[in-house]
């Protein structure tokens, strides 16, 4: 059973970092694409980042390009987002999500078929 655990939301000023973590099990880390994606109430959720477990090749959404890192460390099945220069408009429920097909990075859809928790961050202006 594929399981992903997200963790290290919370409240930052503008202008500050966060890391969020990703806990995935459950499933052969190379063979999938791991992404992280967010939602505001009563908007669609959007792809943020995402990464592929087979060669670590990487998307990013144009909003944050430049600002959010995202990386893996397949041994331990983690996958980070690093967050900085954190605008009030990245405050959202961020969720971790994988797909079979490592390829699938390059898509970073919504169609993902696992889904973890989400962890709410808050930018404050």
């Known amino acids: 059973e594929v399981q992903l655990q997200a963790s290290g939301g919370g409240l930052v000023q503008a202008g500050g970092s966060l890391r969020l973590s990703c806990a995935a099990s459950g499933f052969t880390f190379e063979n999938y694409a791991i992404g992280w994606f967010r939602q505001v109430p009563g908007k669609e959720r959007e792809g943020v980042s995402c990464i592929s477990g087979s060669d670590g090749s990487t998307y990013y959404a144009d909003s944050v390009k430049g600002r959010f890192t995202i990386s893996s460390d397949n041994a331990k099945k983690m996958v980070y987002l690093q967050m900085n220069s954190l605008k009030p408009e990245d405050t959202a429920i961020y969720y971790c999500?994988?797909?079979?097909?490592?390829?699938?990075?390059?898509?970073?859809?919504?169609?993902?078929?696992?889904w973890g928790q989400g962890t709410l961050v808050t930018v404050s202006s």
């Open positions: 999500a994988a797909d079979g097909g490592a390829d699938l990075y390059s898509e970073c859809g919504t169609y993902f078929g696992s």
